[in-house]
């Protein structure tokens, strides 16, 4: 058989590296502290339940080892003040504005306010179901979403993001507080000066020489719904599904 000379030089560099790799995969050795895997079975699905019970290993731990941490941000954000007791939320109406809002298949919306601390108070819709609620909920909205946008009330949510009122539709008591927005209608005194604040940073502002901060009221306002919650919880058990 003849071969040009083209070929050959081909076939001397092909045969070079398969010698080269050979020599390659003869001289390696093991690391240090490892071994050949030979685990069998499903080593995709072996990983995963390794993952998963490492998470839940981990959040168990967090528990006792986040205490300090959480105490630290609490002081970073200024919730620090010892909230009221709260046994019942306050029907927010007057003779011309009942506290009903809506009437919708299986639940009811109601204008609501419940006690934070001195000088806090929170306000927001509860969306009531007509039967003892599948579970509890807090939904918190964005803070330029109303709680009437979250529910539905009010356009400007699109309605596969108003879960506020998906869990309502499902058996959830759920109760939207009303979030600080970031227009500027209020930020000043009339009488002596506005400004062109967001609301949010006005407050911040103000909060900040007190040693409080925005976030650290909505953060009170929600565990106060919190409180609330798990009292109903005690007086009144959820329906199991």
Not at 105 to 131: C, E, H, I, N, S
Not at 156 to 167: K, S
Request: aromatic share 6%; with cysteine; charged share 20%.
């Amino acid at each position: 058989m003849e071969y040009n000379n083209r070929v050959v030089p081909r076939l001397v560099i092909a045969c070079l590296c398969l010698l080269v790799a050979h020599s390659r995969l003869s001289a390696q050795t093991a690391l240090p502290g490892t071994a050949p895997l030979t685990s069998q079975g499903d080593l995709a699905m072996r990983m995963v339940d390794d993952i998963n019970a490492y998470l839940l290993r981990a959040t168990v731990e967090s528990v006792s080892k986040g205490v300090p941490d959480r105490e630290r941000l609490k002081k970073i954000i200024g919730a620090v003040d010892p909230r009221l007791s709260n046994s019942g939320l306050e029907l927010d109406a007057t003779t011309a504005t009942p506290a009903l809002v809506a009437t919708a298949t299986g639940y009811k919306v109601y204008a609501v306010r419940w006690p934070v601390f001195d000088g806090v108070t929170a306000a927001g819709l509860l969306l009531d179901p007509d039967q003892a609620p599948v579970a509890r909920v807090v939904a918190v909205p964005d803070a330029d979403w109303s709680p009437e946008m979250l529910t539905g009330l009010a356009p400007g949510v699109d309605p596969a993001a108003q879960f506020a009122r998906h869990l309502a539709e499902n058996g959830c008591q759920v109760l939207v507080p009303v979030l600080i927005d970031r227009a500027d209608t209020w930020s000043g005194t009339p009488s002596v000066r506005m400004t062109n604040q967001p609301h949010r940073e006005w407050i911040y502002r103000m909060a900040f020489e007190v040693g409080r901060h925005i976030i650290g009221y909505e953060v009170q306002k929600v565990l106060a719904a919190v409180d609330w919650f798990t009292r109903e919880n005690k007086a009144m058990p959820r329906r199991s599904v």
